[in-house]
C-alpha cells in the first residue's frame, strides 16, 4: 500500500503532490499529461500583492459576487493564505507577467473593485503554469491516460481506488490516503469552457462512496464561450472585458452590459439576448497588441470561419458551462465525510465560492488548499475511525442518461418549474459500482452526476446567484445561508455560519 493516491493531474492535484514530503510515496492517477481544464485556464490567479489593495476588500468581492452564500472565515483564510503563498511561488520562479522594471503586472476582472489578477503570458496562465508544475514533479510516478472507476471503502474508511487504465482494463491502487482532484462538470452541457472530460466522475464516485455532497446547484455559465453556428471554438477571457472589451450587436451597436458585473449576471443578460433571437458579440477590437497580450483570444479569433469577424473583431459570445461552485463537502484541510478520503479543486467545495465564483479565484483556491491538504496528511491529521454500512445494491441494467441538450434546457442559465419535473425522470440512489464493467462507468457516472445536480436545483425554491429559476426570480431571506447537503439517498438542509458584511446581494 502506497502513502498517497492523488486522482486528477491539474493545478489542483499537482499543488498537492507539490508540497507533499518525499518520503511519501505518491502516485499521480490522470487521463492526460498535458490536457484538461488547468491547461485550459486563460484567466489568471487573484491574489493581494500590490501595496495598494487589502485582503478585506478582496474577501468582501468574494462575498458580493458569492451572493452571501459564501463561508466568511474560508473567505479569509484562503485569501490571506494565498497573498504568501502567492509571493512564495513567485520567488522560487513561477511564470508571472511582469514590467520592464520586474514588478509583477495586476489585471482586473469582472466584479474585482482592485487590480489584483496575475497572468502569464497574457491568457496562457494555466497552460505556463501548468508546464512549471508538472516539471517541479517530475520525480513522481504518473499513470497517465487512466480514468476514475471507483473508490474502495472498507469499514467505512476510503483505501484505494478502482480506475480504468490505458489499456482498457480495471486496476486496483491501494493507498493510505486518497486525494480526489477530478474536475468539474462541464462537459455535461451543450455549450462548455471544459474539456469534454469533464463530466463529475469524482462527484459521481464520492456520491456513491457515501460522501457529504453540498451546494450541487450552483453551476457558473461564463458569459463568453465563442460560438459559431454550432461549434463551440473556446472560452474568451474575462481579462479582456477588463482591459476594454464590450457587448454589442452584430453590426456593432453597444449592449447594455455592463462588462465588469458578476459572471452570473452577465451570463443572464447575454443568454437573454440570444433567447430573444438576436446575436451578441464582444468588441475586442480596441485592444492593443492582441496577439502578444491575449495570444489564446488572438489565436480564436483566427479560427472563425466568418472575415467579418476577423475583420471586425467582434466575437460571437454565449454563456457556457464553466464552473462547479459545489462539490464533495471538505474542511480548510480538504477532509471529506469520509476518512481516508480528500477532495481539493473544483470536485471539492470549501464554501469559499459561494452561489458564484469571483473571477480567478479558483486558481487561489487550488494553490491554498494544496497545500493545506499536503500539510494534512504529512503531519497525520486525518481521521481513522470509519463506520459499517449495509450492503448496496448494483445500478439498474438500463438507464438513459440526458442529452447535453437535455441538461442545458432543465439544468442551465436560465432555469423554470420544469426543472423539478426532469429531475424527477432521473430518480438515483447509491449503487455498489465494483462490478460495474469500464466500458459501462461513464454510464453511471453522466447519470449520476446529472440526477444530482437536477435535484438540488429542483430542491432550492429561490434565485441565487449562478441559480436562477423564473418561477423563483428573486433570493429569499428564508434560504439565507442554507446549504442542501446530499448525503446518499437523502437531500437534506444544513446551515452555513455566515458573518456577512453589508454588502450588495449580486442578483
Not at 138 to 148: D, E, P, Q, R, V
Not at 172 to 180: E, M, N, P, Q, W
Not at 317 to 334: K, N, S, Y
Not at 400 to 418: E, I, L, N, W
Request: aromatic share 6%; hydrophobic share 35%; proline share 5%.
Amino acid at each position: 500500500m502506497i502513502d498517497v493516491c492523488i486522482v486528477g493531474g491539474g493545478l489542483a492535484g499537482l499543488s498537492v503532490a507539490y508540497r507533499l514530503p518525499p518520503s511519501l510515496t505518491t502516485v499521480v492517477v490522470m487521463e492526460s499529461a498535458n490536457q484538461g481544464n488547468s491547461w485550459l485556464a486563460q484567466g489568471g490567479i487573484a491574489a493581494v500583492l500590490d501595496p495598494q489593495d487589502t485582503v478585506a476588500s478582496h474577501v468582501e468581492d468574494t462575498v458580493v459576487a458569492g451572493a452571501r452564500h459564501v463561508d466568511l472565515n474560508t473567505a479569509k483564510t484562503l485569501v490571506s493564505e494565498g497573498s504568501s503563498l502567492l509571493k512564495n511561488l513567485l520567488e522560487v520562479g513561477f511564470p508571472v507577467d511582469r514590467t520592464s522594471s520586474g514588478i509583477p503586472t495586476y489585471g482586473r476582472e469582472a466584479a474585482h473593485s482592485h487590480h489584483r489578477i496575475l497572468h502569464a503570458g497574457g491568457d496562457q496562465t494555466g497552460r505556463l503554469w501548468m508546464e512549471h508544475i508538472t516539471k517541479k514533479t517530475g520525480h513522481l510516478t504518473k499513470i497517465s491516460n487512466s480514468s476514475l472507476h471507483s473508490l474502495i471503502v472498507e469499514n467505512g474508511r476510503c483505501i484505494g481506488i478502482r480506475i480504468t487504465n490505458v489499456h482498457g482494463s480495471i486496476q486496483d491502487i491501494y493507498a493510505k490516503h486518497i486525494v480526489l482532484a477530478t474536475g468539474g462538470i462541464g462537459g455535461l452541457f451543450e455549450i462548455s469552457s471544459n474539456c469534454e472530460a469533464a463530466i463529475g466522475t469524482g462527484l459521481s464516485a464520492a456520491f456513491h462512496a457515501g460522501a457529504a455532497l453540498v451546494d450541487l446547484e450552483f453551476i457558473q455559465f461564463h458569459p463568453t464561450v465563442a460560438v459559431e453556428g454550432e461549434r463551440v471554438l473556446g472560452l474568451i477571457t474575462e481579462a479582456v472585458r477588463g482591459a476594454g472589451a464590450f457587448f454589442t450587436t452584430a453590426d456593432g451597436t453597444p449592449l447594455p452590459i455592463d462588462p465588469l458585473a458578476p459572471r452570473d449576471q452577465v451570463a443572464r443578460q447575454v443568454e437573454g439576448y440570444w433567447h430573444l433571437g438576436e446575436s451578441v458579440y464582444l468588441d475586442v477590437s480596441g485592444i492593443q497588441d492582441l496577439p502578444f497580450s491575449y495570444p489564446t483570444v488572438f489565436k480564436t479569433l483566427n479560427t472563425f470561419e466568418s472575415q467579418q469577424v476577423q475583420r471586425t473583431k467582434r466575437i460571437p459570445v454565449r454563456p457556457g458551462a464553466h464552473f462547479h461552485m459545489g462539490g464533495i463537502q471538505t474542511d480548510l484541510e480538504g477532509r471529506t465525510s469520509i476518512p481516508g478520503l480528500y477532495a481539493v479543486g473544483e470536485v471539492a467545495c470549501t464554501g469559499l465560492h459561494g452561489a458564484n465564483r469571483l473571477a480567478s479565484n479558483s486558481l487561489l483556491e487550488c494553490i491554498v488548499m494544496g497545500k493545506r491538504v499536503a500539510d494534512s496528511i504529512s503531519y497525520g491529521r486525518d481521521s481513522l475511525s470509519g463506520y459499517t454500512e449495509a450492503p448496496l445494491p448494483c445500478p439498474p441494467k438500463q438507464i438513459q442518461v440526458p442529452t447535453k441538450q437535455q441538461m442545458t434546457r432543465f439544468v442551465g442559465v436560465a432555469r423554470t418549474t420544469d426543472v423539478e419535473s426532469f429531475s424527477l425522470s432521473l430518480p438515483l440512489s447509491r449503487w455498489d459500482l465494483q462490478t460495474v464493467s469500464a466500458s459501462e462507468i461513464s454510464i453511471i457516472h453522466r447519470y449520476t452526476t446529472s440526477s444530482l445536480l437536477a435535484s438540488s436545483a429542483a430542491k432550492r425554491t429561490e434565485s441565487r446567484g449562478a441559480h436562477s429559476r423564473s418561477d423563483y426570480p428573486k433570493p429569499s431571506d428564508d434560504w439565507l445561508g442554507i446549504v442542501l447537503t446530499r448525503k446518499g439517498n437523502d437531500l437534506f438542509y444544513t446551515k452555513r455560519q455566515l458573518d456577512i458584511p453589508k454588502v450588495r446581494i449580486s442578483q
